[in-house]
């Protein structure tokens, strides 16, 4: 796991200017202009916090993870969202073979890793099957033995639909985007 580190520290903004996040400097979009919902927000979070907790061992992750997701979606569909997002990291863990990069929770800009997970979880949601297949090809980097991130995605998915209401005017907008899949790797 890759963790892209915060770089507001070494920053050389002044004091009316913001920071430059590592996201920023290395020009990866912002969630807002990616449209997510606020589900997936959600869920880019606790993502976040679980790869924290793969990387630091740390327990205080996992408590992040968890009261940020019932704060969001309840003392009761809270938990089960960081149990499928745990999940899902698992499966990607046993089946990608290679490390995985991710921003810091609350980041508003998206890794590439991060961006194929979540285009993986919209085909999904969506019924883009042909999607669906090649955002499993790219975060797999092989696409062989995938039935365990398959299964996960469902699983996450399923989870997400219970708290996704569907905008109309900006789903059909949103829909007619495209990310370039040379950007994606």
């Known amino acids: 796991m890759l963790k892209i580190k915060n770089l507001e520290a070494t920053s050389s903004a002044g004091p009316d200017e913001e920071p430059m996040c590592a996201g920023q400097a290395l020009g990866f979009p912002l969630q807002s202009e990616l449209g997510f919902t606020p589900t997936e927000n959600v869920t ?3 993502f976040r916090c679980i790869c924290d907790v793969y990387a630091t061992a740390s327990a205080q992750c996992w408590e992040v993870a968890i009261r ?3 704060e969001h979606l ?3 569909d809270g938990p089960l969202l960081v149990a499928r997002v745990t999940a899902l990291m698992r499966a990607l863990r046993f089946e990608r073979g290679t490390g995985f990069s991710y921003l810091s929770v609350g980041c508003r800009h998206v890794s590439p890793d991060e961006l194929t997970v979540t285009g993986l979880l919209k085909a999904a949601r969506t019924g ?3 999607a669906f297949e090649k955002g499993i090809a790219l975060l797999l980097n092989n696409g062989q033995a995938t039935e365990r991130t398959r299964l996960a995605v469902r699983c996450l998915v399923d989870t997400q639909m219970q708290h996704s209401v ?3 005017e900006q789903t059909a907008e949103f829909e007619s985007q495209t990310v370039q899949a040379l950007y994606l790797h």
């Open 68 to 70: 940020f997701a019932e």
């Open 44 to 46: 880019l979070d606790v």
């Open 128 to 130: 883009d099957r042909l």
């Open 166 to 168: 569907p905008q109309p």
């Open 74 to 76: 309840g003392a009761v």
